[in-house]
């Protein structure tokens, strides 16, 4: 049956996850003007934005900034934030076809890849995400103890967050104070024993996924030399032709750059090391890192990594892998285990009436924040095309009264998008206090503690 949609009755969307997909996708339908909108925005952490908060690097505030339209978004009277509600436990996905038109899910890839070698189990073997949420004040990972008593660090991994964990590691207490890393990270990194930090990549410089921004800011830091070996920016014919990629190009130029500066005799040193695998992470006889042993790589004619039997140990005592974010399965939502999202075609979740995805969830973890409004906007015009044509949900109780008592009745304690505003207020008011940008709380139970009035 043609649903009717009207200022009495307006399409009633829910949206999982309050990352940037979330936000763009409340963006794109406040935007629209075919059919009247009320937009709830769930999560289960008390604090929105998602990876702008607990993955971007704290020393990049810039990227940060985007926040200020989400805030817009998030603060418009069609839209609501509801925080400290978790999908799948306080609402569950029957519970969202009984009280809404349309969901989509905006959960991002909140799981890493592994390495599937021996040793990745030990103490100091981590994912990079483990370490990126720890430094980043998030309630999951803020009470985890870091051992940072290692003098060398292995980064297994050549993409941007490869980049900002090896940054974190070598900058100085002075250089991370500008930040809004997290105290608790803060006083723990003063501490750090860390002078060698070894990024490796599995093929050459050519094919690295960084960008050249965060490459030149290695060449940038108070108190650490970047090092590279000149015969691993050594190309051929062949290869240098093959580069198209304008980013790609500069990498490299920077990488050649980087191999021959004379070191400056800094006290820490950023190894890029190109063309190696891990193959084993070695146990120092107490179930800690001892130690990676490598191997050297070569690319065959479809540049591919092909390993050579030519192997080297690196001393270090933590191994951080960085080789890819994937999704994690939502209850009731179709999930595709291999690839790490949710089944659909553009946007719509495969077999499924009114439930469609945006982001990493459904595309798999790629591009920028920004690249997830298009993504986000794509979706909703799907959505928009389905309720146009009377293809959404028919819920039983289509109105916001319903969803709160369905929630109270449970004992959820909802935070609200102004209760976020008082939190956030609370932090910017520490970190000016304490001439920093911001100063994370990273209890879940004093987050809540903080309320508007």
Request: net charge negative; glycine share 10%.
């Given at each position: 049956?043609?649903?009717?949609?009207?200022?009495?009755?307006?399409?009633?969307?829910?949206?999982?996850?309050?990352?940037?997909?979330?936000v763009?996708?409340?963006?794109?339908?406040?935007?629209?003007?075919a059919?009247?909108?009320?937009?709830?925005?769930?999560?289960?952490?008390?604090?929105?934005?998602?990876?702008?908060?607990?993955?971007?690097?704290?020393?990049?505030?810039?990227?940060?900034?985007?926040?200020?339209?989400?805030?817009?978004?998030?603060?418009?009277?069609?839209?609501?934030?509801?925080?400290?509600?978790?999908?799948?436990?306080?609402l569950?996905?029957?519970?969202?076809?009984?009280?809404?038109?349309?969901?989509i899910?905006?959960?991002?890839?909140?799981?890493?890849?592994?390495?599937?070698?021996?040793?990745?189990?030990?103490?100091?073997?981590?994912?990079?995400?483990?370490?990126?949420?720890?430094?980043?004040?998030?309630?999951?990972?803020?009470?985890?103890?870091?051992?940072?008593?290692?003098?060398?660090?292995?980064?297994?991994?050549?993409?941007?967050?490869?980049?900002?964990?090896?940054?974190?590691?070598?900058?100085?207490?002075?250089?991370?104070?500008?930040?809004?890393?997290?105290?608790?990270?803060?006083?723990?990194?003063?501490?750090?024993?860390?002078?060698?930090?070894?990024?490796?990549?599995?093929?050459?410089?050519?094919?690295?996924?960084?960008?050249?921004?965060?490459?030149?800011?290695?060449?940038?830091?108070?108190?650490?030399?970047?090092?590279v070996?000149?015969?691993?920016?050594?190309?051929?014919?062949?290869?240098?032709?093959?580069?198209?990629?304008?980013?790609?190009?500069?990498?490299?130029?920077?990488?050649?750059?980087?191999a021959?500066?004379?070191?400056?005799?800094?006290?820490?040193?950023?190894?890029?090391?190109?063309?190696?695998?891990?193959?084993?992470?070695?146990?120092?006889?107490?179930g800690?890192?001892?130690?990676?042993?490598?191997?050297?790589?070569?690319?065959?004619?479809?540049?591919?990594?092909?390993?050579?039997?030519e192997?080297?140990?690196?001393?270090?005592?933590?191994?951080?892998?960085?080789?890819?974010?994937?999704?994690?399965?939502?209850?009731?939502?179709?999930?595709?285990?291999?690839?790490?999202?949710?089944?659909?075609?553009?946007?719509?979740?495969?077999?499924?009436?009114?439930?469609?995805?945006?982001?990493?969830?459904?595309?798999?973890?790629?591009?920028?924040?920004?690249?997830?409004?298009?993504?986000?906007?794509?979706?909703?015009?799907?959505?928009?095309?389905?309720?146009?044509?009377?293809?959404?949900?028919?819920p039983?109780?289509?109105?916001?009264?319903?969803?709160?008592?369905?929630?109270?009745?449970?004992?959820?304690?909802?935070?609200?998008?102004?209760?976020?505003?008082?939190?956030?207020?609370?932090?910017?008011?520490?970190?000016?206090?304490?001439?920093?940008?911001?100063?994370?709380?990273?209890d879940?139970?004093?987050?809540?503690?903080?309320?508007?009035?």
């Amino acid at each position: 049956m043609t649903q009717v949609y009207s200022p009495e009755r307006p399409l009633r969307v829910a949206v999982i996850g309050s990352g940037p997909s979330g936000v763009f996708a409340a963006e794109a339908l406040l935007k629209q003007t075919a059919l009247p909108a009320e937009i709830d925005v769930f999560d289960r952490l008390p604090t929105p934005y998602g990876l702008v908060r607990y993955g971007v690097a704290p020393d990049h505030l810039t990227i940060k900034s985007v926040t200020r339209g989400f805030e817009k978004t998030l603060s418009d009277p069609r839209v609501r934030f509801l925080g400290n509600v978790e999908f799948g436990r306080d609402l569950t996905h029957g519970d969202v076809l009984a009280h809404y038109d349309a969901v989509i899910y905006t959960v991002g890839a909140s799981s890493d890849r592994r390495l599937g070698i021996p040793g990745e189990d030990l103490a100091g073997s981590m994912s990079a995400t483990e370490f990126v949420a720890w430094y980043n004040g998030h309630p999951d990972a803020a009470a985890r103890e870091m051992l940072l008593h290692a003098g060398g660090v292995a980064v297994v991994g050549v993409g941007n967050v490869a980049l900002d964990v090896s940054r974190i590691l070598v900058k100085t207490v002075a250089e991370l104070r500008e930040s809004d890393i997290a105290e608790h990270a803060l006083k723990a990194l003063e501490r750090s024993q860390v002078k060698d930090v070894y990024v490796l990549g599995r093929r050459g410089p050519a094919q690295a996924n960084f960008t050249t921004k965060e490459l030149r800011e290695f060449g940038e830091l108070s108190d650490a030399d970047p090092v590279v070996m000149p015969a691993d920016v050594q190309l051929g014919e062949a290869e240098e032709a093959a580069i198209t990629d304008n980013v790609k190009r500069k990498n490299v130029e920077v990488l050649r750059e980087f191999a021959v500066r004379t070191p400056e005799g800094k006290d820490r040193r950023i190894h890029l090391r190109f063309l190696v695998s891990p193959v084993e992470i070695l146990d120092d006889g107490q179930g800690h890192v001892g130690g990676l042993k490598i191997e050297r790589n070569r690319l065959d004619d479809q540049g591919n990594a092909v390993g050579t039997g030519e192997y080297e140990t690196l001393p270090v005592q933590m191994v951080l892998r960085s080789v890819g974010y994937k999704g994690v399965a939502l209850k009731g939502v179709p999930f595709d285990e291999r690839r790490g999202v949710i089944p659909n075609a553009e946007g719509r979740v495969e077999g499924r009436t009114g439930e469609y995805t945006a982001g990493w969830i459904k595309r798999g973890p790629s591009g920028v924040v920004g690249t997830n409004r298009k993504d986000a906007t794509d979706t909703v015009a799907a959505l928009l095309a389905d309720a146009q044509a009377g293809a959404l949900l028919t819920p039983a109780q289509p109105g916001r009264e319903a969803v709160d008592a369905l929630l109270a009745g449970r004992g959820v304690d909802v935070y609200t998008f102004g209760d976020w505003q008082a939190l956030d207020a609370h932090e910017l008011s520490e970190g000016q206090a304490q001439g920093r940008p911001r100063h994370k709380v990273v209890d879940l139970a004093e987050m809540l503690s903080h309320r508007r009035r």
